[in-house]
């Protein structure tokens, strides 16, 4: 399985980005419905921080901060996951990677949200 994110770009605080990472490889089609997906992001210098998780379609969990601002979602028939993020703010900047388990850790390469101030 391979992950690719998407979406990232530059919004004022207070704005709305949503991100998609798309699965795709061999087993993707077979085993994405069973993955756990979840979001991390990562500032320079900082440790990569927990954003989202997304189990089954309705199993969600979110990071500090991040409760009703943000919203993970995810279609297993495109293979994909969402992360619609609202009200944002600038300490949300980062490069945001989506995450699996599927013999081992597998990231996306992540999509750079900066959010103005």
């Known amino acids: 399985v391979q992950l690719q994110a998407s979406g990232g770009g530059l919004v004022q605080a207070g704005g709305s980005l949503t991100l998609v990472c798309t699965a795709s490889g061999s087993d993707s089609g077979r085993y994405f419905r069973d993955l756990v997906m979840a979001w991390y992001r990562q500032v320079p210098g900082h440790q990569r921080e927990f954003v989202a998780v997304?189990?089954?379609?309705?199993?969600?969990n979110y990071g500090r901060g991040m409760w009703g601002r943000f919203i993970i979602s995810r279609d297993d028939a495109k293979k994909t996951i969402a992360l619609q993020m609202n009200d944002l703010k600038p300490e949300d900047t980062g490069t945001y990677y989506c995450?699996?388990?599927?013999?081992?850790?597998?990231w996306g390469q992540g999509t750079q949200v900066t959010v103005s101030s």
């Open positions: 995450n699996t388990n599927l013999r081992g850790e597998i």
């Open positions: 997304i189990a089954g379609t309705d199993v969600t």
